[in-house]
């Protein structure tokens, strides 16, 4: 059984920075892509970034490119999704997952998820 557990949510200003954190146990994180996804209230959840294993490849939503940065530490079994510039919209539930197989932009491309980490930007 896979366990995500995420950290590092909050309150921010708009224009602020945060750091989410997302550690995994169970069957060998490291050999798995990762990412994270997010649900606004009353919208549907959207893919925001993407890791392959090794960490050599990442992949972003349009609307948050060039703002937020994913990243991984196998050794310590842990993904990392910085944001920056944050924006009202940015407010979110954030999930960590771990990548299944398909399309990785979708949420049938994920089968385990973390249970949440909100993240609200005031303006």
């Known amino acids: 059984q896979v366990q995500l557990v995420e950290f590092g949510g909050g309150l921010v200003q708009a224009g602020g920075s945060l750091r989410l954190s997302c550690v995994a146990s169970g069957r060998t994180a490291s050999s798995y892509g990762m990412g994270w996804f997010r649900q606004a209230p009353g919208k549907e959840r959207e893919f925001v970034a993407a890791?392959?294993?090794?960490?050599?490849?990442?992949y972003y939503a349009d609307s948050v490119k060039g703002r937020f940065t994913i990243s991984r530490n196998n050794a310590k079994n842990t993904v990392y999704l910085q944001m920056n510039s944050l924006q009202p919209e940015d407010t979110a539930v954030y999930y960590c997952v771990q990548r299944r197989s398909g399309s990785l932009y979708s949420i049938e491309g994920y089968n385990y998820w973390g249970q949440g980490t909100q993240v609200t930007v005031s303006s």
């Open positions: 890791i392959t294993s090794s960490g050599g490849s990442t």
